[in-house]
């Protein structure tokens, strides 16, 4: 029985974004939040101020790990400290002075985020000698590597110290999962009892104790370069969102609290379905459902009235409203490592609105009950482990042996865990393998390998072929690359790498992106190999091979077809060293014969591979972006080596010089209706000799009003998103992604569909009520056009998703192709 209504979250989700009000109580921010379309990224990252502190551990690895924390000087600005909570400068001394009053605290700093803070990961533990600590790293490599072995090891099952994991603070305007976990923390490493210390003997409690150490100083949700950390984990684009990876891959917890706000009652899950298909659910479920209870109590009977009644999706919500499907979280995609894993979400709100509203006493009220509820699900959580360690155990182990086996997926019964029924039913059926070609069947050499590093980094198993071989129907050279899934962790192999599924008539809504298949966005060719035994002999990956090279005789002028970013970023770096390049109709850059030397230096360093050129091109020079983009944009715009320089609709009033700028990208804070008179006369003089790229509903909007190109662009379903399939202008079929689509119809003189949307591969996109919006209408209209503007200028008009969260990288060539052909110029 779910009874949380749709109605309130459809509404806010059909809802336009500059008026869309979230549903009562819950935290449902889909994209970047919705500001990705309506506030520019700007350059001012803020840095971190320099710290004492000589920052290195002990060299010894046995328990405990101390770590002299380098000590930041006060902050006075830090926006935790209007609410009574502990501000980030002063976890460092909090840290450095319980390590030298307790033997059962290490704390490691595990990265640095964004702005330069260090990131704390805490273990509470009994004190272990070396030996000890090497005996339990092997008993954590058997529980993974050979599991059969692990479920009948008695002196593990007896000795191994469960692992949990707490996250905190990942969101950093909901502050108060750092200081539950502090009271925690302090607890166990200084209470004098003994079941504390039988605890600490079989258990270790790891605390992430601020995610998003930026986000927490500033007081905003996305860290220091705009990112939403908690929609990074299988992109890992964020230096915070690689440490969280390396932590769980590295510790491989049996269960994971990640620690939120805010949720009217309070939120603990399971999620509504659907649930990911790649999941052992039944796994998960069980355990799952019954700790939810254990923690809802817990919660409840703190006796604070808004915490009378905590919320359970699973139990209490609509299929779709708060999914478990996309493995861009904590929690869902720690379970792909072994965890039975929870968002929580804390009850009062103290952000945003609230934060400037609310009186200072309310606010710190919030806060401490928030304050309190973390810390409630958090005990409640260490005692289910406790008494349920044993069985926990197993589950993990038994995950891994059904990955090795190659065992299929078991179909849970209704009634499996109260409530389960057909509406939670979703599974897959996992190919033998995948292979990454080498040679002439892979398009692009350089995605290949960054697709692998990426698969290894994860801790997902690749082979690297020694000779040439054949699975299924086809033949491969050496040096392919494997992926056989009939490994431990296959689950988290086949969710980066399948194609996905249309989820559009399974459920109404889905609380974020529903597709995200790198074997499809990377742009590196990847086989599936459905059926069949994988014997092929070779290496196992530690990091792809070298890519890079130059393939033309002596004397040869050199091209570089613009088959991916990394091939941009190449050739801004010959441009940037002020080499005399050249462009061809179809998009390839030509360097000189002359500029071997510095051709090979780029190849080497990008991984990207040079041929002979053929004759003919125009003068290339680098070109000079002002981007009113959002900050995912602006990231991989400049990893690409495009200079960018922010713009925005108050830089352009404020006098941004437009007279240096080749191209103006427009997807976000920027409105030509809103510019006052001397900023619009300085855009449309720019609009005689510039070019333009546009993306999503600003860039449509910038379009129209700015009177660029003659098309008509018309939205889809605010929410839709997901992989699509398209067809370019010469037949060729390949895959884009979506959020909010757009298409462009009623296309004017001189204009051209560079892409058409053909149907959506994987996600969500259904029509809105009024049967407008959905993929259906969209099917065979123009995704991206392109054309020269009466007024002059060349332009591209996206309603694709080319850039969108630094993920779908085979993509970047588009927007990269879109830059160097406008900024040619009529």
Do not use: C
């Not at 398009?443 to 690749?462: E, I, M, N, T, Y």
């Not at 000799?689 to 993306?695: C, E, M, Q």
């Not at 056009?785 to 990288?809: C, I, N, Q, Y």
């Amino acid at each position: 029985m779910r009874w949380f209504s749709l109605t309130v979250l459809l509404l806010a989700t059909m809802t336009t974004p500059a008026t869309a009000a979230p549903a009562a109580g819950r935290s449902h921010e889909p994209g970047n939040g919705p500001e990705r379309n309506q506030v520019a990224a700007v350059d001012a990252l803020p840095l971190a101020a320099t710290a004492r502190g000589d920052n290195r551990p002990d060299a010894h690895t046995g328990y405990p790990r101390r770590t002299r924390l380098r000590v930041y000087p006060e902050d006075r600005s830090d926006r935790s400290i209007k609410l009574g909570l502990a501000p980030y400068h002063s976890l460092a001394p909090r840290l450095n002075e319980l390590q030298r009053r307790s033997d059962r605290v290490s704390v490691e700093v595990v990265g640095r985020s964004s702005a330069g803070r260090d990131l704390y990961l805490v273990t509470l533990t009994a004190p272990e000698s070396p030996a000890q600590s090497r005996r339990q790293d092997a008993w954590r490599e058997e529980i993974e590597n050979d599991p059969a072995s692990a479920a009948r090891d008695l002196f593990l099952r007896g000795g191994y110290k469960a692992p949990v994991w707490i996250n905190a603070n990942i969101h950093g305007d909901e502050w108060e999962g750092t200081d539950g976990a502090l009271r925690v923390i302090e607890d166990l490493a200084l209470a004098d009892d003994d079941a504390t210390r039988e605890f600490l003997s079989r258990h270790r409690v790891h605390v992430n104790l601020t995610a998003n150490p930026d986000g927490r100083v500033a007081g905003t949700r996305a860290n220091a370069r705009g990112f939403d950390l908690n929609r990074d984990f299988v992109t890992s684009s964020q230096p915070e969102s690689r440490a969280m990876r390396d932590v769980v891959k590295r510790l491989q917890p049996l269960l994971v609290l990640d620690e939120h706000g805010y949720v009217a009652n309070t939120l603990i899950e399971p999620t509504t379905p659907p649930h990911g298909q790649n999941y052992d659910f039944d796994l998960y479920l069980r355990h799952g459902y019954a700790n939810a209870l254990r923690m809802e109590a817990a919660v409840r009977a703190l006796g604070h009235p808004e915490t009378a009644a905590p919320e359970i999706p699973f139990r209490d919500y609509e299929p779709g409203v708060w999914d478990g499907w996309a493995p861009i979280y904590t929690a869902q995609y720690s379970m792909y490592h072994g965890a039975v894993a929870y968002t929580i979400e804390i009850p009062l709100r103290v952000n945003r609105g609230e934060y400037t509203t609310q009186p200072v006493t309310e606010l710190r009220r919030r806060s401490a009950v928030n304050t309190d509820v973390v810390e409630a699900t958090i005990r409640s959580a260490l005692a289910y482990v406790a008494e349920n360690r044993a069985s926990l155990l197993a589950n993990q182990i038994e995950l891994f042996r059904r990955g090795l086996a190659g065992e299929p997926l078991r179909e849970l019964p209704d009634g499996f865990v109260p409530g389960f029924g057909p509406e939670d039913r979703y599974t897959t059926r996992f190919p033998s393998a995948y292979v990454i070609p080498a040679g002439d069947g892979q398009r692009s050499a350089p995605a290949a390998a960054r697709l692998v590093d990426h698969l290894v980094a994860h801790d997902v198993r690749v082979k690297r072929a020694d000779r040439p071989f054949t699975l299924g129907d086809r033949s491969y050279p050496a040096g392919s690359y494997v992926v056989d899934l009939r490994q431990p962790k296959r689950a988290l192999a086949n969710v980066m790498l399948e194609a996905g599924r249309d989820l559009s008539d399974a459920v109404d809504v889905m609380y974020d992106i529903s597709g995200w298949s790198h074997r499809l966005l990377w742009g590196a060719s990847v086989d599936v190999v459905p059926d069949g035994p994988v014997d092929v002999r070779g290496r196992d990956v530690v990091a792809a091979s070298p890519t890079g090279g130059v393939r033309a005789p002596a004397g040869a002028d050199l091209a570089l077809a613009l088959l991916d970013g990394k091939d941009a970023a190449a050739v801004n770096d010959l441009l940037g060293r002020g080499l005399e390049l050249r462009r061809q109709d179809d998009g390839t850059i030509v360097a000189p014969a002359a500029a071997r030397p510095a051709v090979e230096e780029v190849a080497d360093r990008y991984g990207v591979r040079f041929t002979a050129a053929r004759p003919g091109g125009a003068p290339l020079r680098r070109p000079v972006v002002a981007g009113a983009v959002a900050a995912d944009e602006l990231k991989a715009l400049r990893e690409m080596g495009f200079d960018v320089r922010p713009v925005s609709t108050e830089a352009l009033d404020r006098g941004f010089d437009l007279s240096g700028v080749d191209v103006l990208l427009v997807s976000s804070g920027l409105r030509y209706d809103l510019l006052g008179a001397p900023a619009r006369a300085a855009v449309d003089a720019f609009l005689t000799r510039g070019g333009v790229v546009t993306r999503g509903a600003t860039g449509a909007r910038f379009n129209a009003d700015a009177g660029v190109l003659p098309v008509r662009a018309v939205a889809g379903r605010e929410d839709a998103n997901g992989v699509v399939s398209v067809v370019d202008a010469a037949g060729v079929v390949d895959h884009s992604f979506v959020y909010a689509p757009h298409w462009f119809t009623d296309l004017g003189p001189g204009v051209a569909a560079r892409q058409r949307y053909q149907d959506l591969v994987a996600g969500h996109w259904a029509a809105r009520p009024d049967g407008s919006g959905g993929r259906q209408e969209a099917a065979g209209q123009a995704a991206v056009v392109s054309g020269t503007s009466p007024k002059g200028a060349r332009a591209v008009l996206f309603g694709t998703e080319p850039l969108f969260r630094d993920h779908p990288k085979g993509l970047y060539r588009q927007v990269a192709d879109a830059i160097y052909g406008t900024a040619a110029g009529p």
